[in-house]
Every structure is written in structure tokens, then in C-alpha cells.
């Protein structure tokens, strides 16, 4: 696997919904200053809750995920999706 070519489009690269194109900076300029109310940086890095515990992200990299399995699994909820579970 080579984690520096990604076999999947990047977000930067697609227009989004209604647009034809992509936009030309998709990235908020305060991004990085935004607020959490739940969580916060430690000083050694990472992040934890407000008390004090440590939180963990099982983050895969995103080229050990096979995007079109996922594609139909989202197509086939949407598919069969419920009222009952819309309201959930």
C-alpha cells in the first residue's frame, strides 16, 4: 500500500453539491482556531475529555477502505430506510 498516492478522489477535488466545480478554497481559514466544547488537547498530544480521560481515534488511513462496498452499503439503507428509523 503507498499512503502517499491515494486511490480515492480527494475532498478538495470535488464540487460540491450543486456546483459544477470544485471550489477554489475549500478550506475555512479558522479551521484550525475552532471551539470544542467536549474534548481538548493534552500536552503531550492527542486529545482528552474535559475530565481528564484520554479519547482514542481508531482512524484507518484512507486506503484500507474499500470505498465502493461502503457506497453500497449507504445506497442500500437509503434504499430501504424507514420512517420509523428516519425519526430515530
Known amino acids: 500500500m503507498d499512503i502517499r498516492?491515494?486511490?480515492y478522489p480527494l475532498w478538495t477535488d470535488i464540487p460540491y453539491a450543486?456546483?459544477?466545480n470544485p471550489p477554489n478554497n475549500p478550506v475555512e481559514r479558522f479551521a484550525g482556531t475552532w471551539k470544542t466544547y467536549f474534548i481538548r488537547r493534552c500536552k503531550g498530544g492527542g486529545f482528552e475529555t474535559l475530565d481528564g480521560r484520554k479519547v482514542r481515534f481508531e482512524i484507518r488511513h484512507p486506503?484500507?477502505?474499500n470505498w465502493e462496498k461502503q457506497l453500497n452499503?449507504?445506497?442500500n439503507e437509503l434504499a430501504n430506510i424507514t420512517d420509523h428509523?428516519?425519526?430515530l
Open 5 to 7: 498516492k491515494p486511490n
Open 63 to 65: 486506503n484500507t477502505i
Open 85 to 87: 428509523r428516519i425519526a
Open 18 to 20: 450543486g456546483e459544477k
Open 73 to 75: 452499503v449507504v445506497q
